[in-house]
């Protein structure tokens, strides 16, 4: 099993529709992001979080909103969806431990399409 | 502000050659963090390679390495005797060690290995 999973890894929706996108993990860490990546914008930040009280807007939070159920499990809301968050969203997690370099850790990614 | 630039779009390489892909940063911060993730077009984000910014030797993982020159803030990453395997899209990207663990990505460069 994946250690960053994404959930739907595919969906279609339409205009207006209340969409969320699930991450859980299973490595332990603490700091977990969400990333939207867009044809020749490369990855941006939508938002990230230290721990589930601490929840902190990136350089692209309109439009978005987050919720840190628990250590492991991190949400991403588009509350109303528009045709432009069409994009490949990626959920990631980081941790300084033994043997890493602080990498972040991807999964496998949701693609979502806005009608 | 921090930015990461990579200025290369696509690049070709023939199969067995040397490529090196650029990447410049920018940060006032002394003590950061380089990174180097590979695309391929399944989409998955797969960590290639690390440089902390007070290391002093190249990093080094197989046939990627990394030519750091701090003083020019570059951090390109060198792939040698390129596979078919490598053609992906490849992007740079920098956490700031103090304060937000934030981390911030290029735009990216698509590799194409020619037989």
């Known amino acids: 099993d994946a250690d960053v999973t994404q959930t739907p890894r595919n969906r279609i929706t339409k205009t207006g529709k209340r969409i969320m996108l699930e991450c859980s993990q299973t490595?332990?860490?603490?700091?977990m992001y969400w990333y939207r990546q867009d044809p020749g914008l490369g990855l941006r930040l939508i938002y990230y979080?230290?721990?589930?009280?601490?929840?902190n807007k990136g350089e692209i939070s309109d439009g978005y909103s987050v919720s840190r159920q628990a250590q492991a499990k991190f949400s991403l809301s588009l509350e109303s969806a528009i045709p432009n968050q069409t994009a490949l969203y990626f959920c990631?997690?980081?941790?300084?431990?033994?043997?890493?370099?602080?990498?972040?850790?991807f999964g496998e990614g949701s693609r979502l399409t806005v009608l | 502000a921090q930015k990461i630039t990579q200025t290369q779009p696509g690049m070709f390489v023939q199969e067995k050659e040397a490529v090196t892909l650029d990447c410049t940063y920018d940060?006032?911060?002394?003590?950061?963090?380089l990174f180097w993730y590979k695309q391929p077009s399944s989409g998955e984000m797969i960590f290639l390679i690390y440089?902390?910014?007070?290391?002093?030797q190249n990093a080094t993982e197989g046939r990627y390495s990394l030519n750091f020159q701090k003083a020019r803030k570059s951090a390109n990453l060198v792939i040698s005797a390129s596979q078919l395997g490598d053609s992906a899209m490849y992007f740079c990207?920098?956490?700031?060690?103090?304060?937000?663990?934030?981390?911030?990505f290029g735009t990216g460069t698509r590799l194409k290995v020619l037989a």
């Open positions: 490595k332990g860490h603490d700091r």
């Open positions: 990207a920098m956490i700031l060690a103090r304060g937000t663990y934030k981390y911030i």
């Open positions: 940060t006032s911060d002394p003590s950061y963090g």
């Open positions: 979080s230290f721990d589930v009280k601490d929840i």
């Open positions: 440089q902390g910014s007070y290391d002093q």
């Open positions: 990631a997690t980081s941790g300084w431990s033994s043997g890493n370099t602080g990498e972040l850790f």
